[in-house]
């Protein structure tokens, strides 16, 4: 995780200055950054959900460091799991679905008040 997050700065930063200098004359060369860093700054990035055999697998990369809850439903609307991750930048856990009740279950994550979802059907 930390390496891809590394390659991405480092690409992003290459890609940034070479969009900087092929943008014109020297005399816009300040103006020009400042808009570059403003897009930069804004990027938003959901958690990824990545399914292992009977394992999934939650990262997130939180720059705000807010508040992350984290819930599993069962296909009945019961919370099975429940947890409050406060003020962490890198969050990263792993649900193992291998002893589970036959069920559809639901991860969803909730930061920022947006909310994202991923359904695990047990079998």
Known sequence: MKAILKN???ATLLFATVAVMANGPEK???K???EVEK????VKLDPTFKRKGDKLLVNLLNLEQKDVMI??????GRVVYKELLEGKLVIEKAFNFENAFENDY???VTENDKTFKETVAVK
């Open 8 to 10: 991405t700065v480092v």
């Open 71 to 76: 819930k599993i439903y069962d296909n009945q």
């Open 32 to 34: 020009k950054v400042n």
């Open 106 to 108: 639901t991860v969803v």
């Open 28 to 30: 816009t060369f300040g």
């Open 39 to 42: 897009n930069l700054i804004a």
